[in-house]
């Protein structure tokens, strides 16, 4: 009877010393195979660029034109003009503080062109796209938008 019990706790300590030496070796593992993995980017910064970015065409096609009887908005009149440099600067002044802006213009379909004051992207960009009608012309109207100084990435 004495040696079922030795039998018993030997039994028992060897359980404990393989579950010592598991969770040693498995934080050791841990300990040398670190991984850094990089936290996804957040939806809510890609939402608030591209609302950034929505806000600012609407504002600029809800812009009063100088000259009234020639457009709706003074997005419109710049575009019938081709002054395009004052409609993408138009577009980029309605952006926020904290966000910069490189505009994106094309007629009928033709390739798009930067114009306006824009500057290089820093960091993760969205692009916000619409479209405009102008007389007889449809205008795509592009505008990559990001954080100032790079923001999160």
């Known amino acids: 009877m004495k040696s079922l019990i030795d039998s018993d706790?030997?039994?028992?300590i060897h359980v404990l010393e393989m579950l010592t030496l598991f969770w040693l070796f498995f934080m050791s593992a841990i300990f040398v195979l670190r991984i850094d993995v990089p936290d996804p980017p957040s939806a809510a910064t890609d939402a608030t660029l591209e609302l950034s970015g929505e806000d600012a065409?609407?504002?600029a096609?809800?812009?009063l034109p100088l000259n009234s009887s020639a457009a709706d908005?003074?997005?419109v009149e710049h575009l019938a003009d081709r002054n395009l440099d004052s409609a993408c600067d138009l577009i980029l002044d309605?952006?926020?503080?904290t966000v910069d802006g490189r505009c994106w213009l094309a007629?009928?379909?033709s390739a798009s062109e930067v114009h306006g004051g824009s500057t290089s992207p820093l960091g993760r960009t969205e692009t916000?796209?619409?479209?405009?009608?102008?007389?007889?012309h449809l205008w795509?109207?592009?505008l990559d938008v990001w954080h100032r100084g790079g923001g999160s990435s």
């Open 94 to 97: 309605g952006l926020g503080a």
């Open 73 to 75: 908005s003074l997005l």
């Open 128 to 136: 916000v796209h619409a479209m405009l009608q102008q007389g007889p």
């Open 61 to 63: 096609r809800a812009e």
């Open 107 to 109: 007629m009928d379909g």
């Open 57 to 59: 065409i609407r504002m």
């Open 140 to 142: 795509t109207i592009s």
């Open 9 to 12: 706790e030997k039994a028992q």
